[in-house]
Structures are given as C-alpha cells and as structure tokens.
C-alpha cells in the first residue's frame, strides 16, 4: 500500500472512531486518546482556505514586518502627544500593536497563562461541567470556532467567561484549578484598568476630549463589559491542513490578548498574513469591530487567524472589551459630518450581534459589513 494510501485508510479509522465519540469534546480530547496520527476530515479545510507556507505569502513579508510597538509608560509621560499619533498610525494602518512597559506584572501574566494551561490539562470529566452551547452561559466551554455551525471544525479548545462586574460572574467560574479564580479575578481586573487608560488614549487620538459633556464615554467604559477567552491548541499531525481559528474579527472595541511564546497569531495586512512574533509579557492589542463603528471607520478591526503546528501546544487569553452589553454602539457625533464624512454604520447593539451570529454561518466581517451604511 502507498503511504498516501494508509494515510486515508488511518484518517477513515479516526474518523469513524471520533464519530461515534463525537467531535464536541474537543480537540484536546481528540488527541489524548492517542491514536490521532492525521487529522480527520471533519478539520481539514477546503484548499482555498488552507494556510499556506508559499513564500511569497508569509515569510519574505514576515521578515520585515513587525506590528507597530507602543511603549506604554511613554504614553503617560511628557512624549504622549507623539505615542497618540503613533497610537492613531497603528490603528488606522494595521488595526494592531503590541504594547508594552505596561503596568500589569510579569508574574501577573505568568500566573494567567499557567492556571489557563493547567485549566485545559484537567481530566475531561472535570471540563465537560462547562461544556454548552448556550452562548449567554455566563462561562463557557467548547471547541472550534462557532461550534455548531462551523462547516470544518478548528483545532481549538476554549474557555470562555464573563468578568465585569466581577462580583455578579466569580460565583459562576471555574473552582479547578485551585487558584483559579483567584489568579484570575487579578488579572481581569488589572486588563480592565490597562484596558480603560488605553481607550483614553485612543479617544484622545481621535480627538475625543472624554471631559466634553456630551463624549463622557469614560463612563460608560467603567461600567462596560469584559469577556476572557482562554484558548488551546494542541500540537497537530498536519498544520497545514486545517487552522486554529479561522481569519475573523472582533466585536468589541479593544481586545488585550497574551500569547505564550509559541507563535500562530497571524494579521492580514495588505491582503498577505503576517505572523505576529511573540514578544515576552506583551500585550497583542487590536481595533474590534465596536470601534470600528465608533470610529465611522477611521479605525480598523482587522481579520486574523491563528496556525497550529505538529510540535508544540498553545496558549493564549484574550479579553475583549467594550460598553455595557445593553448599550447602543455607533458612530461617534464628533466624527460624523455631512460632507467628507457621513455616518458610514448602523447603530448596533450586542442583542442584534448576537442574532446575528446565532443564525448566520460564521464568514470572515459579515457581521460588520452588514452594520455599513452605502
Ligand atoms: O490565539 C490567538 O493568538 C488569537 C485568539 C483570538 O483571535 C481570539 O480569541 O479572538
Ligand atoms: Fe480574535
């Protein structure tokens, strides 16, 4: 028998196995069970969506680019006004940095990674008590991308929680690992104060003075929603036939994600993906689709997916930030003008998102593109 052969004939074996177990527990189920030498056909991607290790596609571009760096202690001293423009640069260029010389501890983000590690090396029994579908479940557990409509699954575990205000979500979260909630309820915090001094920042760059009456979206900021994603990815027999996830945006105005230093976060940038290269106690800080929109589209939240590789698994914690979830996002009054810049978006809000995502396959911008004004 060709070796391509006993390839499909292993890929047939796992597949009916993994049918009868289902898919829904995950891919770190999936390879725990040990007899996963190729990836089954429910994870491998049409070819079109493929990553794709062409050099003109990825490395030649990947060496000389780097995502914008913001020094964040900069940003509060006497050069502010010259990291704001670098900060407006950043987010209308690539709808992307990195930001660092934050105030948040190296052993703040250590711990974050490693109890998020620990959290998805748990027995399954233990994982499965927050495994649902229920997407307003105040913690969630799952695998993939958009679970029950994703055509061809990802290679992806996740765990997703709600975290402001903390008081009403803790109750609800995780008691294993033991320090679990406590070094995490540290964490969301500590994101959510750097998370509020970065839209300051970013408001001023737009010329938004939050202390005008009518812009006191600072408020709103304080009292705002935050959703943590801690996500998984176990090393995969053949990365280049499937993704972590998918090229996506998101929802919110902010997203402060840490990587661990294995790479796969890739950014479009000029139709092309780029790695972003892991940088020690980083933070990866991207423009969601909420900002988007309040910028009348002067700030771009930019598609990004993530790569698997057969060696190493991954861990990163994304924590997504915007207004409260009952709020109304849209464009702001100051950067809407009749002439050069009409309002470009519908007023949205979190109820008409999450409809949205509920029955439509997940693709790419849709959800934004459908928010444009023409
Ligand atoms: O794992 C990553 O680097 C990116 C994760 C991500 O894009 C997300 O959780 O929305
Ligand atoms: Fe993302």
Known sequence: ?????????????????????????????????????????????????????????????????????????????????????????????????????????????RSMIDVSGRFFDLPLEERVKYMTTDMGAPVRCGTSFSQTKDKVLCWRDFLKFLCHPLPDFLPHWPVSPVDFRKVVGTYAEETRHLFLAVMEAILESLGIMEKEEEENVMKEFEKGSQMMVANFYPPCPEPELTLGMPPHSDYGF????????VEGLQVQYQDKWVTVQPIPNAFVVNVGDHLEIYSNGKYKSVLHRVMVNEVKSRVSVASLHSLPFNCTVKPSPKLVDDEANPKRYMDTDFATFLAYVSSHEPNKKDFLESRKLH
């Open 254 to 261: 902010l997203t402060l994600l840490l990587q661990d230093e």
């Open 1 to 109: 028998m060709s070796p391509a052969m006993a390839l499909n004939e292993q890929r047939s074996k796992d597949d009916t196995a993994e049918e009868k177990s289902g898919y829904e527990k995950g891919v770190k189920h999936l390879c725990e069970k040990g007899h996963i030498r190729s990836v089954p056909k429910k994870y491998i991607l049409p070819v079109a969506d493929r990553p794709t290790k062409r050099v003109e596609d990825s490395n030649a571009l990947n060496q000389n680019l780097q995502l914008p760096i913001i020094d964040f202690a900069e940003l509060l001293g006497p050069n502010r006004p010259q990291v704001l423009q670098s900060l407006a640069n950043a987010c209308q260029q690539y709808g992307f940095f990195q930001l660092v010389n934050h105030c948040i501890s190296d052993d703040v983000i």
